[in-house]
């Protein structure tokens, strides 16, 4: 039987899974208190709730590497739906980027010395991974049936 | 001359029967991809070949055997008031399980048309379906129909009218063992010689008999002659008759596919990836958290310019109205009362807008029966039943379409309860509240603020159903099967239709009860109290202990006075139990904001009410009474109105209590000072 993943599933499932686990324990140590040096190189903000939302989506990669390491053919599901949920919290940043901008216009006083790159939040830049991850298998993102392969596991 | 006839639309949940239903009438009721979403039965109208039909969409059933309140309205329906022609809505990726109601339809004599419905799913799945065979076997007419796009239904519409002229016995075509129809021929005879029974098919109400369905068993009672049909019945076992029936009836349903359909099997499908994910025992709770962060976030965020645009423009439209009337009570009424309590409200419109999008979304994908089950798990911990999770979370929108859909639940106990917390989820109405208050003295945390509110409005109903199901609402738990529905990709045209409806309601709400309760309000608060000199609405009087309502205000002030409140919030409540929005709409009214531009959240600011009591108040406008429609729906869906004033009392002491811990414990500690 063959398999339905590759090195290249594993391979990405271990990158996004790391990256997203990393800078969600960033931004919930930052949202304690503890100064970790790294907001003001690359936007990360103190958000706990946020943070750890992108730790969930961290370990969904990692529990799909898990099963494929074991195996397991259907863990390979796990990497396409994590791409999907990374794409919709980078969706949702984008919009709140969005919002922001906009109401920076509305409303100028409420905004001096903000600056736009302050909701360029971490949720937004890690998603190009995933975006690229979904352009790559592009063929398994069907619309009537969101994702459709073989069964074998 | 035309016809007029009933053309009930029946099927399992969630097959499409309504969405079939707006098709065929142009309405627009409530859609939404989860089982259950139909509670009570909708009439609509519908002229085609000359024949007024008028069509009644009913709540999904598997069977004529009824077991919770929403099977039981359309299986009485059924039965009871016969109409002309029965639409069995069918969901083709699921035939085998939707043809079984099918076989008691047919066994109640009703003139039956299939609407094949999704067939676009099944074909995307890679099934493909033999209609004309179909039809030939059950020798019932099959329409292939998509319901949510409208497809088929002239199609539809045509069969009902043919099968309408057609005239020809019913014919039995299921056949049972000869144990099981020997039983039932004795039963038969005896309910053809009762006049009592003849307004049922006699095979059919045989067969329900020896199924030991207990509805049906309690009408035979009524019977003369039930004697002798519990002689029979006593011969027989109603269990493994029960069962012995099902199963003859679904090898019948399993020889027909095998030869009109071939399905395909041999793939894993996309809702069978997704679902090992979002039901994964580690990650199903922490996934459906992170996607309730998320909605809240851009409930929020996102709505933040809206609001301000809106904001601005009642800005605005408050100086034009200064500028334009010269008479100072109409100036103050029109400023003060009208642009003030109702744009208090309508600058809201957003955050509403953006959370039932949200809610839409979730309904509409598929993921709400996924939550449900994850959720399981914690919900019987609390005493409450897997089922009232659905309920639960539509509450976030209104509690009072919430209340309806616990219909759904079997047990009555189990029902109660959910009905009894479900008040305490925090609906759309209480969002102004928060958002000002919070916004106003909370700054950057606003957010964590009002989600901490949602939070706390969650553990209440879970603690309080788990109080009440250990000490008034005692009982067995009853397990949880739902049948998880494969998903779907919202529209984004279903989901605006949907968030647009509502917000089109909470405008209307604004535009007629908010604005009768405001200009109440500044009336109120315009009339000189008795025995205080002064006019009415001079700045003396407005707004003053020397106005009417403040007058009042003042003597239930000691009520609430523990909790840090004033009067005016007092007031507020008061009137925030026609609807929750008018506490904001009667806040701005009674602390002037509108005048001078300054805003309601800028006055607050500036001392008119203390952090503490902000929070408070935030606390009890959660959790005391809620408002008049919600109020009726308990009463009716409990029918009893011990139990809904249970429920104000419980609320109303819970909220006190709670807001007095904030207020009390908050200035002792000097916390938030
Ligand atoms: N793809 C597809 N989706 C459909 C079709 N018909 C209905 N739907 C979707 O199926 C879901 C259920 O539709 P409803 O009309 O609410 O079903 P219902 O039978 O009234 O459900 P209950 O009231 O819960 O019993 C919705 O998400 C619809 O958009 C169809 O023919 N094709
Ligand atoms: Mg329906």
């Known amino acids: 039987m063959k398999q339905d993943y590759g090195n290249r599933e594993m391979i990405f499932a271990a990158l996004s899974g790391a990256l997203y686990t990393i800078f969600g324990i960033f931004q919930i140590a930052e949202g304690f208190g503890i100064n970790t040096g790294m907001p003001e190189m690359i936007f990360i903000p103190g958000d706990i709730p946020g943070g750890s939302c992108l730790m969930v989506l961290g370990a969904v990669f990692l529990y799909g590497l898990k099963e494929m390491l074991q195996g397991i053919n259907a863990g390979v599901s796990f990497v396409y739906v994590g791409i999907l949920m990374s794409l919709v919290f980078m969706?949702?940043?984008?919009?709140?980027?969005?919002?922001?901008?906009?109401?920076?216009?509305?409303?100028?006083?409420?905004?001096?010395?903000?600056?736009?790159?302050?909701?360029?939040?971490?949720?937004?830049?890690?998603?190009?991974?995933?975006?690229?991850?979904?352009?790559?298998?592009?063929?398994?993102?069907?619309?009537?049936?969101?994702?459709?392969?073989?069964?074998?596991? | 001359m035309t016809e007029k006839i009933t053309v009930a639309l029946a099927g399992n949940p969630n097959v499409g029967k309504t969405s079939i239903f707006n098709a065929i009438t142009g309405s627009k009721q409530h859609v939404g991809n989860w089982p259950g979403v139909t509670v009570e039965r909708k009439m609509g109208k519908r002229v085609h070949n000359d024949v007024e039909m008028e069509i009644v969409d009913l709540p999904g059933t598997y069977s004529l055997t009824a077991y919770s309140l929403d099977e039981i309205i359309a299986r009485d329906f059924i039965i009871e008031e016969k109409p002309h022609i029965v639409i069995q809505v069918i969901d083709a990726t699921n035939l085998e399980r939707n043809l079984y109601l099918t076989t008691q339809l047919m066994e109640l004599g009703a003139k039956l048309v299939i609407a094949l419905n999704m067939t676009d799913l099944a074909l995307a799945k890679g099934d493909s379906i033999d209609i004309s065979k179909m039809q030939e076997y059950l020798e019932v007419p099959v329409i292939s129909t998509v319901g949510s796009r409208g497809g088929g239904i002239e199609g539809l519409l045509d069969a009902v009218t043919d099968e309408l002229r057609k005239t020809r016995p019913t014919e039995n075509i299921f056949t049972y063992d000869a144990g099981i129809e020997k039983r039932s021929g004795e039963i038969e005879t005896i309910l053809n010689s009762d006049p009592y029974f003849a307004h049922y098919p006699a095979r059919w109400f045989s067969m329900k008999l020896l199924e030991g369905d207990e509805s049906i068993i309690k009408k035979a009672v009524e019977s003369d002659r039930y004697p002798e049909i519990r002689e029979v019945l006593d011969k027989t076992d109603a269990y493994s008759l029960e069962s012995r029936i099902a199963d003859q009836r679904y090898r019948t349903i399993q020889t027909?596919?095998?030869?009109?359909?071939?399905?395909?099997?041999?793939?894993?499908?996309?809702?069978?990836?997704?679902?090992?994910?979002?039901?994964?025992?580690?990650?199903?709770?922490?996934?459906?958290?992170?996607?309730?962060?998320?909605?809240?976030?851009?409930?929020?965020?996102?709505?933040?310019?809206?609001?301000?645009?809106?904001?601005?423009?009642?800005?605005?439209?408050?100086?034009?109205?200064?500028?334009?009337?010269?008479?100072?009570?109409?100036?103050?009424?029109?400023?003060?009362?009208?642009?003030?309590?109702?744009?208090?409200?309508?600058?809201?419109?957003?955050?509403?807008?953006?959370?039932?999008?949200?809610?839409?979304?979730?309904?509409?994908?598929?993921?709400?029966?996924?939550?449900?089950?994850?959720?399981?798990?914690?919900?019987?911990?609390?005493?409450?039943?897997?089922?009232?999770?659905?309920?639960?979370?539509?509450?976030?929108?209104?509690?009072?379409?919430?209340?309806?859909?616990?219909?759904?639940?079997?047990d009555s106990r189990d029902r109660l309860v959910t009905i009894l917390v479900a008040p305490f989820i925090s609906c759309g109405a209480r969002l102004p509240v928060y958002v000002l208050l919070a916004g106003t003295f909370f700054g950057r945390d606003a957010g964590l603020v009002i989600f901490g509110l949602y939070a706390l409005g969650i553990l209440v109903a879970l603690l309080s159903a788990r109080l009440m199901r250990s000490t008034?609402?005692?009982?067995?738990?009853?397990?949880?099967?739902?049948?998880?529905?494969?998903?779907?990709?919202?529209?984004?045209?279903?989901?605006?239709?949907?968030?647009?409806?509502?917000?089109?309601?909470?405008?209307?709400?604004?535009?007629?009860?908010?604005?009768?309760?405001?200009?109440?309000?500044?009336?109120?608060?315009?009339?000189?109290?008795?025995?205080?000199?002064?006019?009415?609405?001079?700045?003396?009087?407005?707004?003053?202990?020397?106005?009417?309502?403040?007058?009042?205000?003042?003597?239930?002030?000691?009520?609430?006075?523990p909790l840090g409140f004033d009067w005016r919030i007092a007031v507020a409540l008061v009137f925030g139990v026609v609807a929750k929005e008018i506490v904001v709409g009667s806040m701005g009214v009674l602390y002037g904001a509108g005048e001078d531009e300054e805003s309601l959240s800028n006055i607050l600011a500036a001392g008119a009410m203390t952090p503490l009591a902000g929070l408070g108040l935030m606390v009890f406008t959660l959790l005391y009474v809620p408002c008049f429609a919600c109020i009726g729906v308990i009463k009716r869906e409990t029918g009893s109105w011990k139990w809904t004033l249970f429920q104000l009392l419980y609320g109303t002491t819970l909220a006190w209590m709670l807001a007095f811990l904030v207020f009390q414990v908050g200035s002792r500690t000097g916390l938030l000072a």
């Open chain 1, 91 to 153: 969706a949702v940043y984008l919009l709140v980027m969005g919002g922001n901008m906009l109401d920076s216009i509305i409303v100028p006083e409420d905004y001096e010395g903000w600056n736009i790159m302050e909701a360029f939040r971490p949720g937004i830049y890690l998603g190009f991974l995933p975006l690229m991850g979904m352009l790559c298998w592009k063929d398994r993102f069907s619309l009537h049936e969101v994702l459709v392969f073989r069964e074998g596991a």
């Open chain 2, 472 to 561: 008034v609402i005692r009982g067995e738990d009853t397990p949880f099967i739902m049948e998880l529905p494969s998903y779907k990709l919202p529209t984004l045209k279903g989901s605006a239709i949907h968030m647009w409806e509502r917000g089109k309601i909470y405008l209307k709400k604004a535009g007629s009860i908010i604005l009768v309760g405001v200009v109440g309000v500044w009336l109120l608060a315009s009339i000189p109290a008795p025995g205080s000199g002064g006019t009415f609405a001079s700045g003396e009087i407005y707004g003053t202990t020397n106005s009417v309502i403040g007058f009042t205000g003042q003597l239930i002030e000691p009520l609430v006075a």
């Open chain 2, 256 to 410: 027909m596919l095998r030869q009109v359909c071939n399905i395909n099997t041999n793939r894993l499908s996309g809702s069978d990836m997704v679902d090992r994910v979002v039901t994964n025992k580690y990650l199903g709770i922490p996934i459906f958290l992170s996607f309730m962060w998320a909605a809240f976030e851009l409930t929020f965020s996102f709505a933040t310019p809206f609001m301000n645009m809106i904001d601005v423009f009642f800005g605005w439209l408050a100086e034009a109205a200064a500028n334009a009337i010269s008479i100072p009570w109409l100036a103050s009424l029109v400023g003060e009362g009208i642009i003030a309590g109702v744009g208090s409200v309508v600058i809201f419109l957003p955050n509403i807008l953006l959370l039932f999008f949200m809610i839409s979304l979730m309904e509409d994908s598929g993921y709400m029966a996924r939550a449900a089950f994850i959720m399981d798990k914690v919900m019987s911990r609390t005493g409450l039943h897997g089922k009232s999770f659905i309920p639960l979370v539509m509450g976030f929108g209104c509690n009072v379409p919430a209340i309806m859909a616990t219909r759904t639940i079997e």
